[in-house]
């Protein structure tokens, strides 16, 4: 346990006897079983991948954890990316395991604060651009190009090599691939990723079987499902705020090699499936990460067939990214007493004193 992904999957990935063993425990993240929602939508093996149990609480980390031992191997000492905020954080924690520089360009107002507050506790470089994530994707290309900086956007292929080790957990735990894998969609890195680990896995005997591919964006940030690169993309989502994806061709290749699907989801069944993951199954996941989920009960409301199919939704990264969304969800405000017992048991409406059969108490 905890040996991090270059070790665990050396053999399926681009490594050569000079790539620094670089790991912070990355990978092996749990594959949880439905508590809920299964019942709800008739689906006998539905499992959640919690990509947000990495050290930096998303994702992100097994493909950073590749791209930057290979920054190090190619001499670099400064990498750069563009973010939404969790390459960001991942790259600011890779790169001070690594001994290396980063600079992140974020777009202003976009990122949420638990990932901003990542990249500056690792001690990245912050500058925050005045425009969206796809004009600073857009700039962090060019500096690369023109100066010694390893770019570790998703563009990179070691990022994709990286985070191809999550189908490979998938098989390694279910002992074949899912029927179907639901997936948000942002910059299309990650579907690209997983894509290309079931094909791997499945043509050197690891799997018998291919998942159909079911992809999700934000409504308001749907470029793959509308076919036109958009604007000024909008979403509460902001993982998937993304408007002219850097994988579009690699998405667009999961979805019609696996005879998957792109679909779109409404900000408004994005925050259901967020509150419905919290409030049902447990799990306090990015708002991003709930357009699986979304995505997933949209499928099965629209009449698709799902008897006897085993599901996964990858759950992308940690709700407590962005505190501030949760109050979209809170129906509740927190309670104020006095410090005493009487005070309380009066608020939970309990009898003061005795103490048999405590109310909260399952008889
Ligand atoms: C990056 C990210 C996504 C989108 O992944 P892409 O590879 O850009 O499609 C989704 N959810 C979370 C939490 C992310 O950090």
Known sequence: MGEGVLKRYARYLPLTPDTPALSIGEGETPLVRSHHLA?????????????????????????????????????????????????????????????????????????????????????????TLRGNFDAALAIARELAEARSVCLVNSVNPHRIEGQKTAAFEIVDVLGDAPDLLFIPVGNAGNITAYWKGFR???????????????????????????????????????????GNPANWAGALAARDESEGDIGMVSDAEILEAYKLMARTEGIFCEAASAASVAGLIKHVRGGADVTGRTIVCVITGNGLKDPGLVQEIADRAPEEAPANVEAVARLLGEPVSGTSGGGGKRS
């Not at 031992?69 to 000492?77: Q, R």
């Not at 790259?91 to 990249?119: C, D, F, M, W």
């Not at 409504?219 to 909008?234: L, S």
Request: with cysteine; net charge negative; aromatic share 6%.
């Open 39 to 127: 019942g709800e939508l008739g689906i006998d093996d539905l499992y959640f991948k919690l990509e947000g149990c990495n050290p930096t609480a998303s994702f992100k980390d097994r493909g950073m954890v590749v791209a930057v031992a290979k920054a190090l191997e190619g001499g670099y000492t400064t990498i750069l990316c563009a973010s939404t905020g969790n390459t960001s954080a991942s790259a600011a924690a890779y790169g001070a395991a690594a001994g290396i520089e980063t600079v992140v360009l974020v777009p202003r107002g976009n990122v949420a604060e638990g990932k901003l507050s990542q990249a500056v506790a690792y001690g990245a470089r912050v500058i």
């Open 200 to 242: 791997e896995y499945r043509d050197v005997g690891n799997a018998a079987r291919l998942p159909r591919m079911m992809g999700f964006q934000a409504e308001g940030a749907a470029p793959i499902v509308e076919g036109r690169a958009i604007e000024d993309p909008q979403t509460i989502a902001s993982a998937i705020r993304i």
